[in-house]
């Protein structure tokens, strides 16, 4: 009986979909277990085999949980909003729900292949107005809700108005706008409705706000920091430049201190929390406030050294900020003009990350210091940021080194008052250096009680005070796309409503063409049918917008993290039209037990959707403010491309082995062309590259041998690798066994095809445990002490791999097993039924298959997982080596309760021994109980 993989693959995935074997339920009396993966957009490309690693590894785990008595779910998704696809709808008109369709079907086929137990019942598409219609609802939430610091959570915007209509806005502890000034209840009840709505918009968790933004012109929409790349857009290598727009924000910035808090209280790599530390970066220090000669403005900025406020010779402010066209004096208007315009043109990464170029513009003004009330020259320089603190820097070059190398650039004179003093905050703290200063109000401080001195003063003042700062800055949620969800809000005189609840979800509208406006508007300004029709509650055409019924809706869409921000509560409940999800439901699953994803989205997705699940918290959606306790960043599985060798000179491609001294430039051959030696399919590479039809190919024995190098699996590198030739030539389950095998789940590992090869052997050599040519070999024969030693140790190995992620080492176990097992000539059904299950989180197919032909007619999945008893693996024998004058001619089994006489009486008796010594008496024979016998004489 053959081991048919293919029709065996086949045979189960299509029982697995029949049968739904793999749902999860919501009232199970088991105890539930809950396995994510970060789910995907799905690309025309489709899944290379670097893809499905997380997958695997989930599935494994997801499968194990089952065989343990766990209520598992397990589900998947598809992230389908997003830019790819609206690049292709404007390249070729085709609507991009039609090509998302398309590559989802792709997807979907390629992970049904690979025997994934995913329960698709539960499948959610962010694209689906099914789905979206409740991240339009927790926009409105959002939008309805103000962050109260004195309890420390959001609350309903309706508790603020009542705040405000009883005593006006002076005792009101809430995270807002920086420019919100103060009223009365009296004041707030003379306001008009708009200026009342106006000032609420200051406070809500969602708002609209004029913000920087990385605008890619060529893509037509805002980029978040994550999505440019060396100042170009990752998507298309596209210039992005710096400007205003008015956009939706996220008021995430409430939540900063519960986000670091939050980090203690789950099981995420250390890595993964430093990144979030370091970009929610919280700092202590004090606002100061520097006021510009001659004006009425201000200048606030934010240090954590206010205690070298004495050293400050200059200040300086971001390109963007505010106050810089209103400074600037006319002399040095040209030359601010055209550097901002050109520091618009850098990313704020770039800046961030240039250190070594400096530039910068003297704007004309100063500034006056709090204390001392010297000139100081205001500068702006692109080494500030406008998004961090409040864009303005005050200067000290003898304390900062950047600071230092900007005055000596630009030969700003450097005050010397901290010459030859160790002003570093270790110093203070450790030695209570003496600060010689312009002020007697620091003599003989140290650190800390020269920074609360400094902050006393301000306040005295009323020039600053203490605060705690966050680089963190809030979430722009605007992006001028088509291909997104869609805002429920219209707009009256200018302000944002909410679209009631009952009439979402509000859809994409059909659009001529996906680019923006020829007047620069966002893609939905091309529908003719995007109006709000507030009396009939429904979307009708442009042309009834009268601004008394009928009025504009938002042309913006969301960006990508909307979607992915709530889903995997979402999955709980994913059918239910009435509410985001039950009570029932999330009181049950609770929280995710494990998820698995890359580490690329640790500022992303990761941070974002804890700032949902901690909103959703507060409002009593959900019963944990954190949900993921524990999360794992797959490695990444690498490519190993393949290159050929040309000479500019000659044009000539020369094999590996024949470049001798020659100066050859490496370029890219597809490895689909490489066989498993090495050897370039030169007449597939020809057609496929016809510029080289005519070159010629040096070849070695008559080979073209390229070269190989290992970098990142990707199609313009022409190194990838599909999984579904992989399942055709070898099966799944080799693919499943070998991605695990590579090494430790989160290290990147390179791919190599020929490897495969060894999984399949495996699979192959444990299908012949159970038959033969004949058919079955199983029966009801006892097993061995040596079979149930085999078995236990590797139930015992496999479930402490499993507990603890480490898959590799599993398949190792599973070879080591399976060869014990083969060398054994273990036919007993007692050992093999307890192995296909041990097996099957890892090779479900092949283990289904024997399950079955063991003759269960349920499920393996269904199956628990076999105990561990320890008893099998306790020694009660030694074999012993039998020497003969040192050196050894025999082995021999002995009880270990044996002493000395028993063991020289046994070694003695045996017919081995009695063939070497003839007839001999030994003179002596030596016994170490439980390590040799040596027969001297």
Not at 853 to 863: R, V, Y
Request: aromatic fraction near 12%.
């Amino acid at each position: 009986m053959q081991y048919n993989f293919n029709e065996i693959e086949a045979k189960w995935q299509k029982y697995w979909a029949k049968n739904q074997t793999f749902k999860a339920e919501n009232n199970s009396k088991k105890e539930k277990f809950y396995v994510l993966d970060m789910f995907p957009y799905p690309s025309g490309a489709g899944l290379h085999v670097g893809h499905p690693l997380g997958y695997i590894a989930s599935d494994i785990y997801a499968r194990y949980k089952r065989h343990k008595g766990f209520n598992v779910l397990h589900p998947m998704g598809y992230d389908s909003f997003g830019l790819p696809a609206e690049q292709y709808a404007i390249q070729t008109g085709q609507h991009p729900a039609i090509t998302t369709e398309t590559n989802i079907k792709r997807y979907r086929e390629q992970l049904d292949k690979i025997g994934f137990s995913f329960d698709w019942s539960r499948e959610v598409r962010t694209s689906d107005p099914k789905y979206y219609k409740w991240t339009q609802w927790i926009f409105i939430q959002l939008f309805n809700s103000w962050y109260n610091v004195d309890v420390d959570k959001a609350e309903d915007i309706q508790s603020l108005i009542a705040v405000f209509e009883k005593v006006g806005n002076t005792k009101v502890n809430a995270v807002c706008d920086d420019d919100v000034a103060a009223f009365s209840a009296k004041e707030w009840h003379a306001f008009s409705n708009q200026k009342q709505q106006e000032i609420l918009l200051k406070y809500r968790l969602t708002y609209l706000a004029e913000t920087e933004v990385n605008w890619c012109p060529a893509l037509g929409t805002v980029l978040a920091n994550d999505e440019i790349v060396n100042g170009v857009s990752e998507r298309g290598g596209h210039p992005v430049v710096r400007k205003k727009m008015t956009q939706w924000s996220m008021r995430i910035t409430a939540y900063a201190q519960r986000l670091l808090d939050g980090l203690d209280k789950i099981d995420w790599p250390q890595p993964l929390k430093d990144s979030q530390t370091n970009w929610i970066g919280r700092s202590e220090g004090a606002t100061v406030e520097f006021r510009v000669q001659n004006s009425e403005f201000g200048i606030p900025v934010f240090t954590t050294r206010p205690d070298t406020i004495f050293g400050v010779s200059f200040m300086t402010l971001a390109p963007e900020h505010q106050l810089v066209s209103k400074i600037t004096t006319p002399e040095q208007q040209t030359k601010v003009d055209a550097y901002v315009k050109a520091t618009a043109k850098r990313s704020e990464r770039d800046r961030m990350a240039d250190v070594k170029t400096i530039t910068g513009v003297f704007t004309g003004a100063y500034a006056e210091h709090p204390f001392t009330k010297e000139p100081i020259p205001i500068w702006i320089g692109d080494y500030v940021l406008a998004g961090y603190g409040t864009g303005a820097v005050m200067s000290v070059p003898c304390g900062d080194q950047r600071d230092y190398d900007f005055a000596k650039h630009f030969n700003i004179p450097i005050p010397n008052i901290f010459e030859g003093i160790d002003i570093s905050e270790e110093a203070f703290a450790d030695k209570a250096t003496t600060v010689i200063a312009n002020s007697d109000f620091l003599n003989g401080l140290s650190y800390k009680k020269a920074v609360n001195r400094v902050i006393f003063e301000l306040e005295k003042i009323g020039q600053g005070e203490g605060k705690i700062n966050y680089r963190l800055r809030d979430a722009v949620f605007s992006r001028q796309r088509y291909w997104g969800e869609p805002f429920p809000v219209y707009y009256v005189d200018g302000l944002p409503q909410m679209i009631e609840a009952q009439h979402l979800p509000i859809t994409l509208p059909e659009v001529e063409k996906y680019l923006p406006t020829e007047t620069g508007e966002p893609p939905l300004g091309n529908a003719t049918v995007w109006a709000w029709d507030r009396l009939k509650a429904r979307v009708v055409s442009n042309d009834l917008i009268d601004n008394g019924n009928v009025f504009p809706l938002e042309l913006n869409t969301m960006p990508g993290w909307a979607g992915s921000s709530q889903y995997f509560n979402r999955y709980m409940d994913p059918l239910n039209g009435d509410e985001i999800f039950s009570k029932e439901a999330i009181n049950y699953w609770q929280d995710v037990d494990l998820y698995i994803g890359g580490s690329e989205h640790a500022t992303g997705h990761l941070l974002y959707s804890r700032f949902w699940q901690k909103f959703m918290f507060d409002k009593g959606l959900v019963p944990k403010d954190e949900y993921a306790k524990k999360l794992i960043n797959q490695g990444m599985i690498t490519g190993t491309s393949a290159f050929v060798y040309r000479e500019e000179e000659t044009g000539n491609v020369y094999s590996k082995g024949k470049i001798g001294n020659k100066t050859v430039t490496p370029i890219h051959a597809d490895v689909s062309m490489v066989n498993a030696s090495d050897e370039l399919d030169v007449e597939a590479f020809k057609k496929w590259q016809p510029e080289y039809k005519d070159a010629k190919f040096v070849l070695e024995d008559g080979k073209y041998i390229v070269g190989r190098e290992v970098e990142k699996m990707s199609k313009s590198k022409y190194n990838v690798v599909s999984p579904d030739s992989i399942c055709v030539e070898y099966g799944a389950d080799s693919l499943r066994l070998y991605e695990m095998f590579l090494g430790p789940l989160e290290q990147s590992k390179p791919w190599n095809t020929a490897g495969i090869t060894g999984t399949h052997s495996f699979l192959k050599k444990l299908w012949r445990l159970y038959f033969d040519v004949n058919g079955a070999k199983f029966n009801d024969t006892e097993p061995t002490k040596e079979n149930l030693k085999t078995l236990h140790k590797t139930i015992k190995k496999v479930e402490e791999d499993i507990e603890n992620f480490s898959f590799n080492t599993s398949v190792s176990t599973f070879m080591i097993c399976v060869n014990e097992l083969s060398a054994q000539k273990c036919t007993s059904r007692a050992i093999l039924e307890p192995l296909a299950i041990v097996v099957s989180p890892y090779a479900p197919h092949i283990a289904e298959e024997l399950w079955e032909q063991l003759g269960h007619t349920e499920s393996i999945s269904t199956a628990p997982f076999p105990i561990f008893d320890a008893s099998y693996l306790v020694e009660d024998s030694k074999e012993y080596p039998i020497s003969f004058n040192g050196k050894m001619r025999f082995t021999l089994e002995l009880p270990l309760d044996l002493d000395r006489d028993g063991i020289e009486a046994a070694v003695m008796a045996h017919e081995k021994t009695q063939q070497q010594l003839e007839g001999r008496t030994p003179k002596k024979i030596i016994v170490v109980p439980g390590k040799i016998v040596n027969i001297v004489g």
